[in-house]
């Protein structure tokens, strides 16, 4: 069963952002002793997801180490699996570096074509 309405009853209050007791800033500044971000601390979120992806190819690694024969061409050796892992990662790490340097490269080219010089500037 709801209770009856009580009509002389006071609405609740609620105070606006920033009316809170003990706050002394505009509403919305945020904390007064928040930290910036800074490059270093974007990088670190840059890189967090490259660490977990390595963490995951060394546990795959340490648990696959038995000895494998890889044949490339004419070259045939024998080495442990985790070895044959890492390298081939390692291969594909400088792949992916190489194509995207020739990317930067070009579009440094780009950018560097359409941009008006100014009179006396000089570029090596």
Excluded: C, Y
Aim: aromatic share 4%; hydrophobic share 45%; charged share 20%.
């Amino acid at each position: 069963m709801i209770p009856p309405k009580d009509e002389d009853a006071a609405p609740s209050e609620i105070p606006p952002p920033g009316d809170e007791p003990g706050t002394d800033e505009e509403p919305g500044s945020g904390p007064p002793d928040a930290i910036a971000s800074t490059r270093a601390s974007r990088l670190w979120l840059r890189i967090l997801p490259s660490l977990v992806i390595l963490a995951i190819i060394l546990v795959f690694v340490v648990q696959n180490h038995d000895d494998v024969r890889i044949r490339f061409i004419t070259l045939s050796v024998t080495w442990p699996l985790s070895i044959a892992l890492l390298a081939s990662a390692a291969l594909g790490a400088v792949l992916v570096l190489a194509i995207g340097s020739v990317r930067i490269l070009q579009l440094r080219r780009q950018i560097h074509h359409r941009v008006p010089r100014r009179h006396g500037d000089r570029t090596a």
